[in-house]
């Protein structure tokens, strides 16, 4: 692109002649070329200017009156495509029913491309939040370039004309145009020096509850998500990994596995073995047949007790590093009532519905690969490096995701793709099994947090200390990886950033070393710190024989928007009244990725038997809620998310090889499981905040704390095993 149309700030200052316009229009229209391979002869087709004008990086509109929008993050389940094109048709004045909405790719991003598109990503619930001032910059940038060629046209004020409805007319009613008639003359119009973003009285869009853009096509078949790919001359592979952390292949016996119908060819990588066939089963099945010798890595054998033990006493080797110590927290730790308690946290897995897979073509001039993906700008540059050809000769074409929750951070399935495509000359859609994507995957980290605090006269905090213990998920994604004794903030986020005013704080993290390849995952850094915080302030009300809410709030005179999600969700969940034998409720509260949220978890523990999750109350200040419809599902499958995880998620070790392989023994939570969520929505004109990961983040403290009620037993690690009063 070579005119940035969005700023990060609410005015754009700098105009574009003519030219220079017309020639990044055409370069944008390779926007949403998707079902092209990236060929020189596909590029030219899809650019022509005579075709089509775009209007901005975000918005493009053809003289037909085909309006796409192009939005900077991936669809994986969260709705996102839907509420970034509700911001920019806001301002653009079209209804979403009105629209196409495909997704920006790095191929067609030139390094004067606005920021929100340089580096392509989704994650961290950090979408709404960066494209809030920018998506809506674009459509009013395109709204306002329209009405210029609108009243150039008819020789009149720019502000005696409307833009509605997809078109343009005066007030009078004497002229009308569509914006397709007027795409031409718009290209030729400067860029305006001033945006004004309209005011929230005048949104027809934002705030209301509308249908996602991409269920029709996921109801009626027609979505295609990475595992969907076809390619004409496509064969199909199978992937194994190694059995163990380490191993390499050694030697391979495909005698039986050549004789299999459809197969075609059996490739290594050293590290990973693929069978290529005609069909996905012929490749399974050929899988199934070939006989590997792996040969083992040369580290120490370990099991979950090793690694657990690991974690725990690197505080005796590993110097902690400081995230914040208020002066005076040594002395104020000595005075009053001293609690402390330990908690440990297990290593999780992803689990997406839809595994693992990417289909890849390497030619000697360029490379095609089509994936769902969190990070294509990432992942182009992997791809680069494994094929050594040049980025520009690479294309990514991202696909919807069927889950994700940070596996799809990482680019290690896409470059082992990759490798194994530079052995054959055909496109291959390169897929892990369940069983594979499982056992090779990137796990969240086990930690072990020490935390402690002392209590004054009062009951409150004088002092808090909280030493997080774990693994670094941040060095396999920074360059070079990251360096001894520098701080992961992920690692401490949503610890540092409690809700609460506390007068010494001091946050430490160590960082541990295990074998374990680890990575991001759903809440990341909030999802483990806010379970020990918000259990900790659970204890420390117990410890003085207050009520949870009541300690809370006592804690909160600064954070006006945390008292009223606690006060809403009181008053929505009933807390006060009182519950049967063996019934509980519990409390969590966090400020996590821009967003403020409280949920209070009822549930019923019968003797003898598991406990049944009763029902939800979530309330959550988001700022602007730009779509409540995907909001409350995006709460919803968050807590659900966390759920299953604190009830049925741990990822356990044996003999360097993950234990785990499929549903039956890393449960998911079931249906019949599911309780009853009701979820309130509070009316804020703060800038939007995120929401993916707020659901998960507040389930794992709020159901734990709900089993102490109901049993008298604290959870400080899970899964969760509670058992009833005796």
């Not at 440990?344 to 992803?350: N, Q, R, V």
């Not at 994700?404 to 000359?425: H, N, P, V, Y």
């Not at 994507?437 to 935390?451: M, S, T």
């Not at 090889?657 to 703060?686: G, K, V, W, Y």
Request: aromatic share 6%.
């Amino acid at each position: 692109m070579s005119s940035p149309l969005v700023r990060r700030i609410d005015t754009i200052t700098k105009p574009l002649s003519r030219r220079r316009f017309i020639a990044a229009g055409s370069l944008l229209l390779a926007f949403a070329s998707q079902r092209h391979a990236y060929g020189e002869e596909n590029f030219a087709k899809e650019t022509d200017p005579q075709s089509f004008t775009t209007l901005g990086g975000l918005v493009r509109i053809d003289s037909d009156g085909l309006i796409t929008l192009i939005v900077p993050n991936i669809e994986m389940g969260q709705g996102i495509f839907t509420a970034e094109a509700m911001m920019i048709a806001e301002e653009l004045e079209v209804e979403l029913d009105a629209v196409k909405v495909v997704t920006a790719l790095p191929q067609e991003v030139t390094g004067v491309a606005p920021e929100i598109l340089r580096s392509l990503s989704t994650g961290g619930s950090r979408s709404i939040r960066k494209g809030w001032v920018p998506l809506r910059q674009a459509g009013a940038c395109a709204r306002l370039m329209l009405i210029a060629a609108a009243a150039e046209q008819w020789n009149l004020r720019p502000e005696t004309l409307v833009a509605e409805n997809g078109s343009v007319r005066d007030k009078a009613g004497v002229h009308h145009a569509t914006y397709g008639a007027l795409v031409h003359d718009a290209a030729r119009q400067n860029i305006p020096d001033h945006v004004a973003l309209k005011s929230p009285s005048e949104w027809k869009l934002i705030g209301r509850p509308v249908p996602r853009v991409d269920i029709p096509a996921k109801v009626n078949g027609t979505a295609v998500f990475g595992i969907d790919v076809r390619i004409p001359g496509m064969a199909t592979a199978a992937v194994i990994g190694p059995p163990t952390w380490g191993a390499t292949v050694h030697r391979i016996d495909a005698t039986a596995t050549k004789a299999i119908p459809g197969v075609l060819d059996v490739i290594d990588i050293s590290t990973h073995v693929a069978v290529v066939a005609t069909s996905y089963w012929a490749a399974k099945k050929g899988l199934s047949a070939l006989k590997i010798n792996w040969a083992p890595g040369g580290g120490p054998t370990v099991s979950s007790s090793d690694i657990r033990e690991i974690i725990q006493n690197s505080v005796q080797s590993v110097s902690e590093v400081v995230a914040c110590d208020d002066p005076g927290t040594d002395a104020a730790l000595e005075r009053g009532k001293r609690i402390e308690s330990t908690y440990e946290l297990p290593f999780l897995a992803h689990a997406p519905m839809e595994p693992l897979n990417a289909t890849v073509h390497v030619r000697p001039d360029r490379c095609d690969v089509w994936v769902g993906t969190q990070v294509p700008t990432r992942a182009r540059k992997a791809v680069s490096k494994v094929t050594g050809l040049p980025e520009d000769k690479i294309a990514i074409h991202n696909h919807i995701i069927g889950g994700s929750f940070g596996r799809r951070l990482s680019t290690d399935f896409i470059e082992q793709a990759a490798k194994f495509a530079c052995q054959i000359s055909r496109p291959v859609k390169f897929i892990w099994s369940r069983e594979e994507d499982l056992r090779q995957d990137l796990f969240r980290p086990a930690y072990f947090d020490r935390i402690k605090a002392s209590l004054g006269e009062d009951g409150l905090p004088l002092a808090w200390s909280h030493q997080i213990t774990g693994q670094s998920v941040a060095d396999r994604f920074t360059p070079g990886g990251l360096p001894e004794g520098k701080l992961d903030s992920d690692a401490v986020a949503g610890a540092i950033e409690t809700p609460y005013t506390i007068p010494h704080q001091r946050i430490s993290w160590i960082r541990a070393h295990t074998p374990v390849p680890v990575g991001w995952w759903r809440g990341v850094g909030p999802a483990h710190n806010v379970y020990v915080v918000e259990s900790f302030m659970d204890e420390l009300a117990a410890a003085v024989k207050a009520d949870p809410i009541d300690y809370r709030l006592r804690l909160l005179g600064n954070n006006p928007r945390s008292v009223t999600v606690l006060k809403k969700a009181v008053l929505e969940s009933d807390w006060a009244s009182p519950l049967p034998e063996n019934h509980g409720r519990g409390v969590a509260l966090h400020n996590a990725f821009g967003s403020h949220c409280a949920i209070i978890t009822e549930i019923f523990v019968p003797p003898g038997q598991a406990v049944t999750i009763r029902k939800v109350t979530a309330v959550v200040d988001c700022g602007v809620a730009i779509n409540k419809n995907g909001l409350i599902a995006q709460i919803e499958g968050g807590i659900l998310f966390g759920f299953s995880a604190a009830l049925h998620g741990e990822i356990t070790i044996k003999n360097n090889a993950i234990e785990q392989s499929n549903f039956h023994n890393f449960s998911l939570m079931r249906i019949n499981e599911t309780p009853e969520i009701n979820t309130f929505i509070i009316d804020s004109h703060e800038d939007a905040g995120g929401i993916g990961e707020v659901g998960t983040t507040a389930a794992f403290a709020s159901l734990g704390n709900a089993l102490f009620d109901a049993t008298g037993q604290r959870h400080r690690s899970y899964p969760f095993h509670p058992a009833s009063k005796k």
